[in-house]
């Protein structure tokens, strides 16, 4: 970090670390308060600029510079965080430890260079991130869900739970969404899956989409919900709020935790319950976890159609027996056949996403639910990737195809207006 060997990480931490407090005691926090964001920004720079040039450190005019810009960044931003957090091409942040910060770069992890002082300084830039959505970290809640002011996802959890010291992993969504025509280009579907996928949206089909950790769920929840038309009033329902929807007509729900005392929590089932009440045409719910899956499936089955969610699971089948046991942690005694026909009847397709070993992501099948067949819910393949090979730089090879058979509501879709193309089950593309 610095030009000369005897000038250690330690050291430069410490010259830091002192610039820091000594222009913390410098500044008038009340005025910069009043000024403006990027006034306030340039007055402090100039400030720490002075005090950098003014100290008898080996460091070059761009290592002070550069001194300078953490300095600024530790006074109003997330520290170390800063520069990976500035960098698009970073879908994943993950501190294991304050001297350990990994960064995933097109689906591959990657150790930095990058550090904090000490688990302390590392413990108050959590503080700041939390704090700011109105959440605590303490030894009393040392798991915490959060957010930062771009949507990215902020999890952390501190000792006693974490034994190496404090730990952050941050899910990045970048300043520019995703598009339906990126993921396209990526290759992560095919221009008919998405003429399908956008008709379901649009003919007001219950979707559920379903990936493993990281598989882009969430990412391609978004890019569905802009098939939804601007008329429509739509309700989302978050554990910490992260979904982009571009539609005005849009009230937007979050949870929110249990205070000192262990008060206060708002949980998912009752936002999921109440919403029910805000005269929502679409509800979306981020991540069905627990017993709002009872709910969410009530909703659609009296007329909430159209609505939108994601599950943790490797399979479609998997995705609907996850849905089956989260229904059962509401206590109810509903029988498993009661359960599972609520399920058929309420989802009608199920699109499995995932990353796979080269660090892509694809939809690997868009499934219809064609209903019961005994005690057994039927599900039918619509469009399916399927993987081939992989070649010498370790790149999977694959091929989308369509399986030739037309779904069920497609009749239905039709009479909505959003009528199939019969070539569209016929498309097959080598990827």
Known sequence: MANVQTFERSEYQQVKADLHRKILDRLDLEKLGRSSGDSAREEVLVLIRNSVNSEVIPLSFAERERLAREILDEIFGLGPLEPLLKDNTISDILVNRFDRVYVERAGKLELTSFSFKDNQHLMQIIERIVSRVGRRVDESSPMVDARLADGSRVNAIIPPLALDGACLSIRRFGRDPVTARNMIENQTLTEAMLELLSAMVKGRLNLLISGGTGAGKTTLLNVLSGYIPNSERIVTIE??????????????????????????????????????????????VGEVRGEEAFDMLQAMNTGHEGSLTTVHANSVRDALARIENMVSMANLNIPERAVRHQIASAIHAVVQIARLSDGTRKVISISEVTGMEGDLINMEDIFVFERRSIDEGGKVRGTFHATGFRPLFADRLAVSGARLRPALFESKTEV
């Open 239 to 284: 554990d910490a709020a992260e979904l982009q929807l571009k539609q005005e007509h849009i009230v937007r729900l979050e949870t929110r935790p249990p205070n000192i005392e262990g008060k206060g929590a708002v949980r998912q089932r009752q936002l999921v319950i109440n919403s029910l009440r805000m005269r929502p045409d679409r509800i979306i």
